[in-house]
């Protein structure tokens, strides 16, 4: 049972416009969500996160958005650029019992920004 | 400031040989992790450890042992491994509950 949902494998957009990455959840325990990029042949690195208690939160050109009711986030990058091209993966944490947080990650969707 | 080192970084191995991939971090962190990245799947969890002693499976822990003597070192053991375990292993390890983790750069297992 897939907890954490990125519905689209692959995305395309042109140098300069607007990337919006999906990610749906279906776990009302999930307090905390994050973002990670990751590039070939090396580790997923943290972008971008948000607190369950926030529905926005921005880092330059990177901004999340929560949506509670609907289980939904979304990753905006406003201009998007070629070095964004990377493999996107959402994650969220497990905030109940004995958890640790753990992470729960999606299944990742690869962004290719074109010149 | 190495971060999160993982060795080897491509390994190939024959059903049912056994192995150990090696997952060291100085950054003092108490909590580290282990997860494979399969197509179509994301990352899933194997094991984690909350510090020196103290381990517990993840979401897909079968076929894997893992130990944690030291704060540093979280090693993940195959016991026999099977072509259901190629994959690419990833080692994270986070300061805190809410501290992101931080990824080693993986190692990519061929079983045959």
């Known amino acids: 049972d897939q907890q954490v949902k990125q519905n689209s494998p692959s995305l395309s957009v042109q140098e300069g416009r607007i990337s919006i990455l999906n990610c749906d959840y279906t776990?009302?325990?999930?307090?905390?969500f994050l973002w990670y990029k990751k590039y070939p042949a090396e580790g997923p690195t943290f972008l971008i996160s948000?607190?369950?208690?926030?529905d926005k939160n921005e880092d330059g050109r990177f901004t999340v958005f929560l949506n509670k009711s609907a289980k939904h986030l979304s990753l905006h990058i406003v201009p998007s650029q070629p070095g964004d091209s990377a493999v996107y993966f959402c994650?969220?944490?497990?905030?109940?019992?004995?958890?640790?947080?753990?992470?729960?990650f999606g299944q990742g969707t690869i962004l290719t920004v074109h010149p | 400031n190495a971060g999160v080192t993982q060795t080897p970084k491509f390994q190939v191995l024959k059903t049912g040989q056994s192995m150990t991939l090696q997952c060291a971090q100085d950054?003092?962190?108490?909590?580290m992790s282990w997860y494979r990245q399969d197509p179509g799947m994301g990352l899933r969890l194997i094991h984690y450890?909350?510090?020196?002693?103290?381990?517990d499976q993840g979401e897909v822990p079968n076929g894997y042992n893992v130990s944690r003597s030291t704060t540093e070192d979280f090693p993940l053991r195959l016991l026999s491994a099977a072509p259901s375990q190629t994959s690419v292993y990833f080692c994270?390890?986070?300061?805190?509950?809410?501290?992101?983790?931080?990824f080693g750069n993986g190692t990519r297992l061929t079983v045959t």
């Open positions: 994270a390890s986070r300061e805190t509950g809410y501290s992101p983790l931080h």
């Open positions: 776990n009302s325990m999930f307090d905390y």
């Open positions: 948000i607190s369950s208690i926030k």
């Open positions: 994650a969220a944490r497990y905030a109940g019992g004995t958890s640790y947080g753990k992470l729960t």
């Open positions: 950054m003092n962190h108490e909590y």
């Open positions: 450890s909350v510090g020196a002693g103290i381990t």
